[in-house]
């Protein structure tokens, strides 16, 4: 079922001021995203979904690397993103689909290769129900592949009240509209090891300016 752009448990705008942001939030976020994906076997030819995809930038990158053999689907709740990323993606001849769905009522079983989401458990109140529907939806020997938020982690030196300020009442204003944790960046941890699962691994990248970018991406670390 499709949903406005203000959708009244959504902490944050959508529709296109929310794909301007996401634009920008790209940018940051691809330099250290894409080698997640690649460490993950992201590659030529695969079948991919990406959950809460917004205006699709990941999805159309994601588009990009598996080519003309592969296909991407991209799912968000918001249909005027969902629009506005199938017209991103009507200017490029990319192996891509968007559909409008809810994270939870997504029912494919065994279909896809890569099932991969960003930015969105932390906006969910039962995110352990939409990681349950992704893993169904990864066929046997498939990936899954959960990129997240810590919010307590915003670090400034030296220290900045405003900014303290900004992540104290981002955290209550989320919690209050949407429930659920801002901490989901964590807790894909806790839910990355299930009986049957194989090379479970998980990491923390720190984004911290244009030029520190390279510095995060070192220290992105991976354990086993
Ligand atoms: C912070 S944005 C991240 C978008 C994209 N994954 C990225 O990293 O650029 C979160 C997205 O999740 C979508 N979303 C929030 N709740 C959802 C739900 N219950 N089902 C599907 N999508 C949802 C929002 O509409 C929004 O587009």
């Known amino acids: 079922m499709g949903r406005s752009s203000q959708s009244e448990d959504y902490v944050l705008r959508g529709g296109r001021a929310g794909a301007e942001r996401l634009r920008v939030l790209n940018r940051v976020k691809w330099p250290t995203t894409e080698p997640l994906l690649r460490m993950a076997g992201l590659r030529a030819g695969m079948s991919c979904l990406d959950v809460g995809c917004g205006s699709g930038d990941v999805t159309l990158k994601m588009a990009a690397l598996v080519g003309a053999e592969g296909h991407v689907v991209g799912i968000d709740r ?26 939870e009522e997504l029912a494919e079983e065994s279909v896809y290769d890569l099932v991969f989401s960003r930015y969105l ?28 938020v810590y919010f307590p982690g915003h670090v400034c030196y030296p220290p900045n ?25 964590c807790a894909c941890w806790r839910w990355r090891s299930r009986p049957g699962w194989k090379r479970c691994a998980s990491g923390s990248s720190y984004p911290l300016s244009a030029k520190a970018r390279v510095r995060g991406l070192r220290r992105l670390r991976w354990s086993t």
């Open 121 to 148: 458990l932390s906006h969910l109140p039962r995110p352990q129900r939409t990681v349950e529907a992704m893993v169904r939806a990864v066929r046997p020997g498939g990936r899954l592949v959960l990129e997240d």
């Open 161 to 185: 009240a405003a900014l303290d300020r900004f992540v104290e009442l981002y955290q209550a204003v989320a919690r209050a509209k949407e429930g659920g944790t801002r901490r989901s960046g």
């Open 78 to 103: 918001d249909q005027s993103i969902v629009h506005l990323a199938r017209q991103e993606a009507d200017k490029r001849d990319l192996p891509v689909t968007f559909r409008t769905l809810e994270a």
